[in-house]
Every structure is written in structure tokens, then in C-alpha cells.
């Protein structure tokens, strides 16, 4: 079946600009997550949802940071007025449920996002 | 809170040696999962393998090899005969109750031919 899917690939943009992430996650998999990696870093954890609600948004940085998951499925990420740090690759995963015995998440290809 | 150290950055080897990727980690959870993940050039995470705190048999699948060691908070990782395929950044990573995994900061292999 498919994986998971995130677009665009690569997103160009400046400085005090709105953009928005899609993350697809795998069909039926209730528990979806995003994660931000820096380069040279580990991916870090940003929000989690389990179905529609977000159940840990713990790693959003700030404010400007914000994610949605109105139906269950597709999540959107949205961040408002860019900085230039908020540069880095953000992936999505997605696993069948959470919890500890059934945590296993699958990761998409990613978005690089890029803030001139 | 969590943490996971992968103390080193890159490893170089020439194909068909054993190469041996360290993670210690540190939890106050008593439940808890230990994760390897490979991200190859096209930057995919690519799941290898999920350990739970209470299993600390090794395993072993294929060219590749697990020792999970909670006296130590190791979770290391060999891969045996190594091959080109296997250049890719290694990311050991942990979950405990709350579901969301804390990666180390990656070692990057390269294997030569």
C-alpha cells in the first residue's frame, strides 16, 4: 500500500511569509506526527494527534507554530511569519495507533522548506 | 526527560568489515522502546528495527545485529560485512509512554569500496 506522503517536496520562500505543509499518512492509521530535522541534526519532535485532536503539542517552538488534522487523515502544518531558522526538513509519520506497544511510526520523504 | 547520545559523528569502513554504531540512552520511564532508523541519501527514515524495555535478548536479521543492554542503557547496533548500500546516516531513537521518539543526532557511514 502507499507510505506516507508530504508536499511539496521543497518549499522556497521569504522571510515573514505563511506557508503550509500536507502530510498524507498511511490509510487507517489513527496516530500522526510531525517532526522538524535541522541540518546535521536528529529529527525533533514537534505535535502529535491521535485521530482529530492533538495529543502532545509540546514541541511547537512558538506561536507562529500551528498544525491541523480536521478529518483524522491529512494533517496540515502551518507556520506564520517565517524566520529564517524555521528553515529545515519537516517530516511527517504515522503510525497504526499510539502508545507504547503499537508506536512504530512510518516517516514520509519530507518537506524542505527553505526561508530566504 | 529523555535523551539519546550517539557519541559518534561518522564512521568510514571498507566494504566487507563489521562496523559497530553505539547509542546510550537515559529514561526515567520504566516502559519504554528503543528505535534504529536509516536515512540514506534520499532522505527518507526507513525503520530497522523496535526493542521494548523489557526484552533484552540480542537479534540478529540478516548482516545486521542488535545488543540491548539495560545495565548499560545501550542499544547498539552492528552490521556485519558491510556493503556500499549501507552508507546512510543512523539514527538510534526512543519512545516511552507518551509515544513520541527522541532521536540522537545521527552517525553518518560511509562504506568504501
Known amino acids: 500500500g502507499a507510505g506516507v506522503s508530504q508536499t511539496p517536496s521543497n518549499k522556497v520562500t521569504e522571510k515573514g511569509k505563511y506557508v503550509e505543509l500536507r502530510c498524507d499518512p498511511i490509510?487507517?492509521?489513527?496516530?500522526l506526527y510531525w517532526y522538524r530535522q535541522s541540518l546535521g541534526q536528529g529529527p525533533e519532535f514537534l505535535i502529535y494527534?491521535?485521530?482529530?485532536?492533538?495529543?502532545?503539542d509540546s514541541g511547537l517552538p512558538n506561536d507562529r507554530f500551528f498544525a491541523v488534522r480536521p478529518e483524522g487523515s491529512v494533517s496540515t502544518l502551518k507556520i506564520q511569519r517565517t524566520e529564517r531558522g524555521d528553515s529545515a526538513v519537516y517530516l511527517c509519520?504515522?503510525?497504526?495507533?499510539?502508545?507504547?506497544?503499537?508506536?512504530?511510526?512510518?516517516f514520509g520523504p519530507g518537506t524542505r522548506l527553505t526561508v530566504l | 526527560a529523555q535523551k539519546v547520545t550517539q557519541a559518534q559523528t561518522e564512521i568510514s569502513v571498507v566494504e566487507k568489515e563489521d562496523v559497530t554504531l553505539d547509542c546510550v540512552y537515559e529514561?526515567?520511564?520504566?516502559?519504554?522502546?528503543l528505535f534504529w532508523y536509516k536515512q540514506p541519501p534520499s532522505g527518507e527514515l526507513v525503520f530497522l528495527i523496535r526493542?521494548?524495555?523489557?526484552?533484552?535478548q540480542n537479534e540478529i536479521s540478516g548482516r545486521y545485529s542488535w545488543n540491548f543492554q539495560k545495565s548499560t542503557s545501550s542499544f547498539n547496533f552492528t552490521i556485519t560485512a558491510s556493503q556500499v548500500v549501507d552508507s546512510a546516516v543512523y539514527f538510534c531513537?526512543?519512545?516511552?509512554?507518551?509515544?513520541?521518539?527522541?532521536f540522537g543526532k545521527g552517525i553518518t557511514l560511509s562504506v568504501r569500496p
Open positions: 529514561t526515567r520511564d520504566t516502559t519504554y522502546y
Open positions: 509519520a504515522s503510525s497504526l495507533l499510539s502508545g507504547t506497544a503499537y508506536n512504530e511510526q512510518f
Open positions: 526493542r521494548n524495555s523489557f526484552d533484552e
Open positions: 490509510s487507517g492509521h489513527t496516530a
Open positions: 531513537a526512543l519512545s516511552g509512554a507518551n509515544s513520541k521518539l527522541t
Open positions: 494527534f491521535q485521530g482529530t485532536g492533538a495529543a502532545d
